[in-house]
């Protein structure tokens, strides 16, 4: 019954008019009804009262003793029931059909014998005291010169009548009941039918909540329910392109969010994460669900730099900005703190931006001006010094003179030899250098290399060898770029080596690449500086000495990843150091 209360609560003050006029024309039929009946009775029963004045007349004319009165009285009233009885004005009862006239003490007083009396026709219902029943009364003088002499009293029991108008009420309550009972049955079966466009609206609702189509007959409807209905679905096609809409916006923005370099963390007024992209999480290593378990700031950052910034943005109307190294991973970090207002004041956006990169290449390139600077001014000054001293008389020394124009002669060869490698390794990076490739054994590259850089090993006292099997895969290079490499290797090695020490250049097959070591016995590398051996003019402490520009791996590194390979070194200091890069073996 819940289910269809709405149609209860329309179908029930119908159902209270229907009652209220069933119960209106029951009793307005049932009084009429009685009244119709008894104003008919009453109508025939004055009639059959006149017939027995006619009757009784003469009697009543001839004077007493009356005779035989009771007898005519009878025979007029035949089998009727009624009971008809002569009376005088004075109220002397002078024939009864019955004969029960002695059993009757007075019948004046009665309303109807008192109106015949005064010469008119009068009637009464009551109660008869000695039957008991409801009694028609009417009562009709007889006139003599306009005058009553006498007057005939008819009394009729209504019994009969009142029992066919109890019967009739009670057909009627019958016929009402039914009507009623008829009516909810009606009304309870329409309530559950599919066709009741309340169930229907209703069974569309929740279709459509579901996900499933509108019912457009239901909007075709010319009633109420087709308005309301086509209401509805109006209201959820506008719900739906607006929720259509924010979804394209909601993914948008949670693409961008995603795929954003930068790390962005939305912070609430009491400093909980509601929000962090990938980045973010990334970058500072968390990845716990936020919606099952939400965090704090610091508990998701763990860098108090941070929170100070989320500190100040609280307080601020500024956006807020800091950089500062992570402790653990020494990531170098720009937070970038702003307060969401004035859309939502109660969120701080935190951007973070990982710097790292672009601090070590500013490094690099800080480094790289002041190398350059120093390895030129090394030279230069050089050059000066041996030109001044010639000045300043060597000149007239031809030996000295001599001495002093080869070391300047050195100098030179220094700054061509910097210079035309500065120029190599922009002709690489910038891609100008067109590779030659072809198809080589590892050994026609490991072999000329250690060949060319023999006697400058020889000279250092170091003993150089090579350990390449003939029968390794061939590589496509090209070759003579590959040499450069290995004699850069080969001359790093002998450069770093102390005398007696020993230099191995190797080729093995490894995977689906081949890979070329130059190993050797010498000062090694300390771990600080193994990392940065390959960035452009860098050279470690130890080696400033030695006299190399910094470029030779620089350039080194470059080739070998023009060939796809990569190029690394392991070294441990005063151990020895190796040197190895990998070359892909070409695809068959
Ligand atoms: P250069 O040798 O001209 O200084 P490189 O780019 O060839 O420049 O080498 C860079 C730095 O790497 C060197 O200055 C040196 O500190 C270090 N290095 C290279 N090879 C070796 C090696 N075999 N042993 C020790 N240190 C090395």
Same mark, same amino acid.
């Given at each position: 019954?819940?289910?269809?209360?709405?149609?209860?609560?329309?179908?029930?003050?119908?159902?209270?008019?229907?009652?209220?006029?069933?119960?209106?024309?029951?009793?307005?039929?049932?009084?009429?009804?009685?009244?119709?009946?008894?104003?008919?009775?009453?109508?025939?029963?004055?009639?059959?009262?006149?017939?027995?004045?006619?009757?009784?007349?003469?009697?009543?004319?001839?004077?007493?003793?009356?005779?035989?009165?009771?007898?005519?009285?009878?025979?007029?009233?035949?089998?009727? &029931?009624?009971?008809?009885?002569?009376?005088?004005?004075?109220?002397?009862?002078?024939?009864?059909?019955?004969?029960?006239?002695?059993?009757?003490?007075?019948?004046?007083?009665?309303?109807?014998?008192?109106?015949?009396?005064?010469?008119?026709?009068?009637?009464?219902?009551?109660?008869?005291?000695?039957?008991?029943?409801?009694?028609?009364?009417?009562?009709?003088?007889?006139?003599?010169?306009?005058?009553?002499?006498?007057?005939?009293?008819? %009394?009729?029991?209504?019994?009969?009548?009142?029992?066919?108008?109890?019967?009739?009420?009670?057909?009627?309550?019958?016929?009402?009941?039914?009507?009623?009972?008829?009516?909810?049955?009606?009304?309870?079966?329409?309530?559950?039918?599919?066709?009741?466009?309340?169930?229907?609206?209703?069974?569309?609702?929740?279709?459509?909540?579901?996900?499933?189509?509108?019912?457009?007959?239901?909007?075709?409807?010319?009633?109420?329910?087709?308005?309301?209905?086509?209401?509805?679905?109006?209201?959820?096609?506008?719900?739906?392109?607006?929720?259509?809409?924010?979804?394209?916006?909601?993914?948008?923005?949670?693409?961008?969010?995603?795929?954003?370099?930068?790390? %962005?963390?939305?912070?609430?007024?009491? &400093?909980?994460?509601?929000?962090?992209?990938?980045?973010?999480?990334?970058?500072?290593?968390?990845?716990?669900?936020?919606?099952?378990?939400?965090?704090?700031?610091?508990?998701?950052?763990?860098?108090?730099?941070?929170? @100070?910034?989320?500190?100040?943005?609280?307080?601020? @109307?500024?956006?807020?900005?800091?950089?500062?190294?992570?402790?653990?991973?020494?990531?170098?970090?720009?937070?970038?703190?702003?307060?969401?207002?004035?859309?939502?004041?109660?969120?701080?956006?935190?951007?973070?931006?990982?710097?790292?990169?672009?601090?070590?290449?500013?490094?690099?390139?800080?480094?790289?001006?002041?190398?350059?600077?120093?390895?030129?001014?090394?030279?230069?000054?050089?050059?000066?010094?041996?030109?001044?001293?010639?000045?300043?008389?060597?000149?007239?020394?031809?030996?000295?003179?001599?001495?002093?124009?080869?070391?300047?002669?050195?100098?030179?060869? @220094?700054?061509?030899?910097?210079?035309?490698?500065?120029?190599?390794?922009?002709?690489?990076?910038?891609?100008?250098?067109?590779?030659?490739?072809?198809?080589?054994?590892?050994?026609?590259?490991?072999?000329?290399?250690?060949?060319?850089?023999?006697?400058?090993?020889?000279?250092?006292?170091?003993?150089?060898?090579?350990?390449?099997?003939?029968?390794?895969?061939?590589?496509?290079?090209?070759?003579?770029?590959?040499?450069?490499?290995?004699? @850069?290797?080969?001359?790093?090695?002998?450069?770093?080596?102390?005398?007696?020490?020993?230099?191995?250049?190797?080729?093995?097959?490894?995977?689906?690449?081949?890979?070329?070591?130059?190993?050797?016995?010498?000062?090694?590398?300390?771990?600080?500086?193994?990392?940065?051996?390959?960035?452009?003019?860098?050279?470690?402490?130890?080696?400033?000495?030695?006299?190399?520009?910094?470029?030779?791996?620089?350039?080194?590194?470059?080739?070998?990843?023009?060939?796809?390979?990569?190029?690394?070194?392991?070294?441990?200091?005063?151990?020895?150091?190796?040197?190895?890069?990998?070359?892909?073996?070409?695809?068959?």
């Amino acid at each position: 019954m819940r289910r269809h209360s709405y149609v209860w609560t329309i179908s029930l003050p119908y159902l209270a008019i229907f009652l209220l006029a069933l119960l209106g024309i029951s009793l307005f039929l049932s009084g009429y009804f009685q009244s119709f009946f008894e104003t008919n009775w009453q109508r025939n029963l004055t009639d059959q009262a006149n017939l027995y004045t006619r009757l009784a007349a003469p009697i009543v004319r001839a004077g007493p003793p009356y005779t035989g009165v009771n007898e005519v009285l009878a025979s007029a009233a035949g089998t009727s &029931g009624y009971e008809v009885t002569l009376l005088l004005p004075d109220g002397t009862i002078i024939g009864d059909n019955l004969g029960s006239q002695a059993a009757r003490s007075t019948l004046l007083g009665d309303p109807e014998v008192t109106a015949a009396i005064s010469g008119g026709k009068g009637a009464d219902i009551r109660t008869d005291a000695v039957t008991g029943q409801r009694t028609l009364y009417v009562a009709v003088p007889i006139l003599s010169s306009r005058q009553p002499i006498a007057e005939i009293r008819v %009394a009729a029991s209504l019994a009969s009548l009142d029992s066919t108008i109890q019967k009739a009420r009670l057909i009627l309550l019958i016929f009402s009941a039914s009507a009623l009972i008829l009516i909810i049955l009606l009304g309870l079966f329409y309530a559950r039918r599919k066709e009741n466009p309340l169930v229907l609206l209703t069974e569309t609702v929740k279709g459509i909540n579901r996900g499933e189509r509108k019912n457009i007959q239901l909007s075709q409807r010319g009633d109420e329910i087709g308005t309301l209905a086509e209401a509805f679905f109006d209201f959820t096609d506008r719900m739906n392109l607006q929720i259509a809409d924010l979804t394209n916006e909601r993914m948008k923005l949670a693409a961008i969010l995603t795929n954003m370099t930068d790390g %962005a963390i939305l912070v609430n007024s009491e &400093g909980v994460v509601t929000l962090i992209n990938p980045a973010a999480r990334h970058l500072f290593k968390y990845f716990d669900n936020l919606a099952t378990t939400p965090r704090t700031l610091i508990e998701v950052v763990r860098a108090h730099e941070i929170v @100070n910034i989320w500190n100040l943005c609280q307080h601020s @109307n500024h956006q807020q900005t800091a950089a500062f190294e992570t402790p653990v991973d020494r990531e170098y970090l720009q937070v970038i703190g702003t307060q969401l207002k004035p859309s939502l004041p109660e969120f701080t956006l935190l951007l973070f931006q990982n710097l790292t990169t672009q601090r070590k290449l500013e490094t690099v390139r800080r480094d790289f001006v002041s190398n350059v600077s120093h390895e030129l001014r090394t030279p230069l000054a050089s050059l000066k010094a041996l030109t001044e001293t010639l000045q300043e008389g060597a000149l007239s020394d031809p030996p000295a003179a001599q001495r002093f124009l080869s070391q300047m002669d050195d100098e030179i060869d @220094n700054l061509t030899q910097m210079v035309q490698e500065l120029l190599e390794l922009s002709r690489i990076e910038s891609g100008k250098v067109p590779l030659q490739k072809k198809l080589v054994s590892p050994s026609q590259v490991v072999e000329p290399a250690v060949q060319r850089m023999s006697l400058q090993a020889q000279r250092s006292n170091l003993n150089l060898s090579f350990d390449c099997p003939p029968d390794l895969p061939q590589i496509e290079v090209d070759s003579s770029r590959l040499q450069q490499v290995l004699v @850069n290797l080969i001359h790093n090695a002998i450069k770093f080596t102390l005398p007696g020490g020993s230099i191995l250049v190797s080729a093995q097959l490894d995977a689906q690449r081949i890979i070329f070591s130059v190993k050797d016995t010498g000062i090694g590398i300390p771990p600080d500086d193994l990392s940065r051996i390959f960035e452009r003019f860098y050279k470690a402490d130890r080696a400033r000495s030695s006299g190399g520009t910094g470029l030779g791996l620089s350039i080194s590194r470059h080739l070998v990843e023009a060939h796809s390979g990569r190029i690394w070194a392991v070294s441990r200091p005063d151990e020895g150091s190796t040197f190895s890069f990998s070359i892909p073996l070409p695809r068959s």
